[in-house]
């Protein structure tokens, strides 16, 4: 029998001190046990819900609970200010009250989404994080950052709001499709980047994969939880070393914004996961430009994995003008100057805001040459 994994994240400026991130196969089936409230909403997605909403909705009724069940659409799109109002209405329709809950049950855009809807109803009410996918159990769940998505930037409105806990099932990843697991690796794997060497490598194990087993990732996910449960328990809202976290996101997110106001005419754009992944080589060629640890190598064998999809083809070596507006949305800027997370090595990132311009085109130019000379 595998022993649940408990980590405790301790946060002092937090409306409370702590909670627990909680780690155990077949979880769902005992998610009553950890959330006390009577009457809670269950927000999900189209996808999700068809796994996993029957019986996790079975299991809190059965335990005497209201469940209120809200399915939106699977994906990006439903982090928008439209679904967001809606869900707020109809959860006031459904009669919450203070002592009510909010649950997600999916992966990083229920959680952003859900958790944004918990912290305004209501001027706030209990919340519980229930990820299904591997980008959400590493990062998105961890740490309270809540938001949804308008038209000027990603995750531009939101809001600070702690769940009361975490709790993983680590069973659900056998569900995930192929592409979403290594789309979510890309999280742990920028975890391993910030602290933990062994992680960076951990693609490489052949277990590393949906159907790794209980075993297997209960000895994983809480070493990459707990990097992002260490940094945000020092800064909870990211008014210092939490900023470490969105390393290779700079890029990343402009590239992601870029893909979807691109899309169509045979255009896919990029998952988060593979944005951030070109933005996690972009960030290495910057580094090793400046004289710290080569880490180029590492990051391209990753890539090698992860097999991203191509970049938009209108970007070329020539224009990294072209994202500048996104760049200039990044949550990181301050006085107008993009501060970037960069490795000094493995373990030691360092936040900078004197990167030159001749130094931006030069990684952009590396970065564009790799992506051509995967995808000719």
């Not at 080569?294 to 994202?323: C, G, I, Q, S, Y």
Request: glycine share 8%; proline share 4%.
């Amino acid at each position: 029998m595998n022993v649940p994994a408990v980590l405790r994240l301790e946060l002092s400026a937090s409306r409370d001190s702590s909670y627990d991130i909680v780690l155990e196969p077949n979880l769902r089936h005992k998610l009553a046990k950890y959330i006390p409230e009577t009457t809670v909403a269950l927000i999900s997605d189209n996808h999700v819900d068809q796994f996993y909403g029957d019986e996790v909705a079975r299991t809190l009724e059965q335990a005497g609970k209201t469940v209120h069940r809200h399915v939106v659409a699977a994906g990006e799109a439903s982090k928008s200010l439209e679904t967001y109002g809606n869900l707020l209405r109809v959860l006031i329709r459904d009669g919450i009250d203070r002592r009510s809950a909010v649950i997600a049950l999916g992966g990083g855009v229920v959680g952003d989404l859900a958790g944004f809807v918990a912290a305004s109803v209501l001027r706030g009410v209990a919340f519980y994080q229930c990820p299904t996918s591997l980008l959400a159990m590493v990062d998105s769940s961890i740490g309270g950052k809540t938001g949804i998505n308008i038209p000027e930037g990603k995750n531009l409105l939101g809001a600070f709001w702690q769940p009361n806990a975490v709790l993983v099932d680590v069973e659900v990843l056998r569900t995930l499709p192929e592409k979403t697991f290594r789309e979510g690796a890309v999280e742990l794997f920028k975890h391993g980047l910030l602290a933990d060497e062994g992680l960076a490598d951990a693609f490489r194990n052949p277990r590393f994969a949906p159907d790794g087993g209980s075993e297997y990732w209960l000895e994983q996910l809480p070493r990459a939880m707990q990097v992002k449960a260490d940094i945000v328990s020092q800064d909870e809202t990211e008014r210092g070393v939490r900023a470490y976290l969105n390393l290779g996101h700079t890029l990343g997110h402009a590239l992601e914004a870029h893909s979807h106001a691109y899309a169509g005419a045979g255009n896919v754009p990029l998952s988060h996961g593979e944005a951030v992944g070109y933005g996690l080589l972009f960030m290495a060629k910057l580094a090793a430009q400046r004289g710290y640890k080569d880490e180029t190598t590492r990051v391209l064998e990753f890539l090698a994995w992860l097999k991203p999809k191509p970049l938009h083809d209108n970007l070329t070596v020539d224009n990294f003008h072209v994202l500048q507006g996104y760049l200039q949305k990044d949550k990181k800027v301050s006085a107008q100057k993009i501060r970037w997370v960069l490795l000094e090595h493995i373990g030691s990132p360092v936040l900078v805001d004197d990167v030159q311009e001749t130094e931006l085109e030069s990684a952009w130019r590396y970065l564009l040459n790799y992506a051509q000379g995967i995808y000719v």
